[in-house]
């Protein structure tokens, strides 16, 4: 039987080439690491490992060719591996999922890249900003300064995280609204909704209504306009938020256990729903939590495997990497490149912040670094498929809408562990996230604070003795 496969190929930037047993390496680290580490911490259920496969060097090529067009222009810079013939070999996610859809149904499929859902809560951290406003929300300000996005997107990924279902509806809407690159959807594997950059058109709502009518109403008893659009982003909402707040795991937590969730604040500073509530004169709502078996709540779990911030594990890389210079073959021993296998999985279990000074403590809170940033930086695939009418025959899990009910499976797909040589990368850029943050932020207070003083300047009344 024919299978709908995606073949994921290696890039490298020009002149950079590797041998073909680098490739098959570096491509059978990654599925050794999502199927030893990854599919541990988030359940089997979630975690597609695929199989590394050989491909005749002439229908590489000639791929490669008829695909250039469609590569976005950012991503030129890097050509793809055409020599070695060696690929990933996956399942669609887009398409059919954990369980067989059956193909003549049509699929709907939306790809989140829901970000960092906590906030540091290490003693390490220098920089105030840092305990109150997420990564997220400050890396938006340089993003646009920077020309990459347009405008400011009112997705703090603390809301989605949150388990509170008014909080994960406003920041699927904000993303619905200012998708930038971390939401996608798709229609029969087919691309209908997403941002690739700044040039991108503003979101449609319409079209996309449009496009998942079928869907939600399927009886087709509503009228077009901005009511049927609001309908139908409605229910899209409502049943991506049902589909996260899902346990296919039968309660299953992860393997992990750094308690009941993050140990910082609950809600981001620089959230607009928080401070819509603010200036309600409402409180926020309670945080209801994620359920333990869901893939948020497990990929929170991992994301908090970073547990010193960028600014305590930075020392401990640097031990690493003087221990290396004295020692390079060592390389290989400390596991940097891999194999990823179960020795390395139980080592990072280990969740003390005592540093006794050693290379091995460096090394394993360098490895949770690395994981942690993995599952920061990961995409959720949600796909739905129209139940058939005799819907109690359905092999796998079921989410109702108001007038639909549809079989779903959730994914989680991009884990290939970060690089070690990226740490030093990742403590630049949070400085100058957080500095330009500081910088913009604490200037438009000033701004205000100045601009209080004039306007009571200009009203002064001056009373004279008579």
């Not at 490298?12 to 911490?41: C, G, T, W, Y």
């Not at 290379?359 to 360098?366: E, G, R, Y």
């Not at 943050?437 to 604070?449: E, I, L, N, P, Q």
Request: charged share 25%; net charge positive.
């Amino acid at each position: 039987m024919g299978r709908c496969v995606v073949l994921r190929f290696l890039k490298f930037p020009p002149n950079r080439k590797k041998a073909s047993e680098e490739i098959f390496q570096h491509l059978q680290n990654i599925v050794d690491f999502s199927k030893n580490v990854m599919k541990e911490f988030l359940g089997e259920n979630y975690v597609h490992c695929g199989e590394v496969v050989q491909l005749p060097l002439d229908f590489v090529k000639q791929l490669c060719l008829k695909i250039q067009s469609e590569r976005p222009e950012s991503r030129c810079d890097k050509d793809l591996d055409t020599l070695s013939g060696y690929a990933l070999c996956l399942p669609n996610l887009a398409r059919l999922q954990t369980y067989r859809f059956v193909e003549h149904r049509p699929i709907l499929c939306v790809e989140i890249k829901p970000k960092c859902g906590f906030i540091p809560f290490s003693g390490d951290v220098t920089h105030e900003v840092k305990h109150k406003v997420c990564r997220y929300c400050m890396h938006q300000h340089l993003k646009v300064a920077t020309g990459k996005w347009k405008q400011i997107s009112k997705y703090c990924p603390l809301d989605l995280y949150s388990g509170n279902k008014q909080r994960m509806h406003f920041a699927l809407k904000s993303l619905l609204q200012e998708a930038q690159n971390n939401l996608k959807i798709f229609k029969n594997g087919e691309l209908i909704y997403g941002c690739k950059d700044a040039r991108s058109p503003v979101a449609d709502w319409s079209e996309l209504a449009h496009h998942l009518k079928p869907f939600f109403f399927p009886s087709n008893g509503l009228a077009g306009g901005p009511h049927c659009t609001g309908a139908v982003i409605r229910e899209l909402v409502r049943v991506i938020t049902r589909v996260l707040l899902s346990d296919s795991e039968k309660g299953r937590a992860g393997a992990l256990r750094l308690g009941p969730g993050p140990q910082g604040p609950r809600v981001c500073e620089a959230s607009p729903f928080g401070r819509s509530l603010r200036h309600q004169g409402k409180s926020a709502p309670e945080c209801s939590g994620l359920p333990k078996g869901c893939l948020l709540y497990k990929t929170l779990q991992v994301q908090m495997l970073d547990l010193l911030d960028i600014e305590g594990l930075y020392p401990l890389y640097r031990r690493v990497e003087r221990y290396l210079e004295e020692f390079p073959e060592e390389r290989k021993t400390l596991q940097i490149d891999g194999p990823y296998d179960e020795a390395f999985y139980q080592k990072l279990l280990d969740l003390s912040t005592e540093d006794d000074g050693t290379v091995a403590f460096a090394l394993t809170k360098v490895q949770q670094y690395r994981v942690a940033m993995t599952a920061k930086d990961c995409s959720v695939m949600i796909a739905l498929s129209p139940c058939l009418q005799d819907a109690s025959s359905e092999q796998r899990p079921v989410v109702t809408s108001s007038r639909s009910r549809f079989a779903f499976s959730v994914s989680v797909l991009d884990l290939d562990l970060k690089p070690y040589e990226s740490i030093p990368h990742q403590y630049k850029l949070d400085g100058k996230i957080v500095n330009f943050y500081s910088k913009t932020v604490h200037a438009k207070d000033a701004a205000v604070v100045s601009a209080r003083f004039k306007e009571s300047e200009d009203c002064t009344l001056v009373l004279h003795k008579v």
